[in-house]
């Protein structure tokens, strides 16, 4: 049955007119949380803290999940120096300029996986290695002239395994 939904479902976006499938794209971006508030990162964790008390902002933990080369968890140091910040990239390009550029930092974990519903490896999809478009789903952007033509395998944790292996947080 997972089969045949995932056949239909690809037949019906690919049959549908381009501005529908801008709509879309902007629909499933927004229901990530992806621009919520914001038009850059600056703006969306500020837009995320202030959902938080001042007493919150006191013992800040986050994880970056996704971290890519670390855009936002510079903005969210940069707003919450205090925060520990756990960054979870499994891309080797972007984790490789992840520690370049964040390695050294005591507040920043590093974590060379992503994280999913089971545990294992898969399929990291994206236009070119280290993008931060990249996806364990193999997204069809034609619409918007992005071919996900590149792939590597990664490793996968779901949250719940490494909470339980860090249970004091930890950068593995």
């Not at 499938?21 to 990530?32: K, M, P, T, Y």
């Not at 508030?37 to 959902?51: D, I, R, W």
């Not at 992005?146 to 590597?152: A, K, L, N, V």
């Amino acid at each position: 049955m997972k089969a045949i939904v995932k056949r239909y479902s690809s037949l019906l976006i690919n049959s549908m007119p381009l501005p529908a499938l801008e709509r879309l794209e902007q629909s499933a971006r927004l229901g990530q949380g992806k621009g919520w508030g914001s038009s850059t990162v600056s703006q969306e964790v500020n837009a995320a803290l202030s959902l938080l008390s001042p007493n919150e902002m006191n013992s800040l933990s986050a994880l970056d999940v996704g971290a890519n080369v670390g855009c936002w968890t510079s903005a969210f140091l940069k707003a919450t120096p205090n925060a520990k910040i756990y960054a979870f990239e499994p891309s080797k390009t972007a984790f490789h300029t992840l520690q370049q550029t964040l390695g050294n930092d005591e507040r920043v974990h590093l974590i060379n996986r992503a994280l999913g519903a089971e545990e294992g490896d898969k399929t990291l999809f994206a236009d070119a290695a280290g993008s931060g478009l990249g996806s364990l789903t193999k997204r069809k952007l034609d619409h918007l002239n992005i071919d996900f033509g590149y792939s590597e395998t990664v490793a996968v944790t779901t949250l719940d395994q490494w909470i339980a292996a860090n249970p004091t947080g930890g950068d593995h």
